[in-house]
């Protein structure tokens, strides 16, 4: 029994190589950091455009309003 554990021991030893070099990961994180920072900077175009077209908010929804004086 012990020499079936040595063996399953020494067998889990071997080295695996990786499906790429270690700047790979690090050039695939990067890329998808970038085209994630670029969709988060196209939100930012569309507010920008639809700026004006916001509605002012309603009198009885404001901080200071008489609705919300007893919370």
Known sequence: MLATAVNVLAAESVEHSMPMPPW?????????????GLIVFSYRDVNNRHHDEVVPPLPELAAGSEAHKGH
């Open 24 to 36: 790979g990961f690090a050039l695939v994180a990067a890329v998808v950091f970038i085209l994630l």
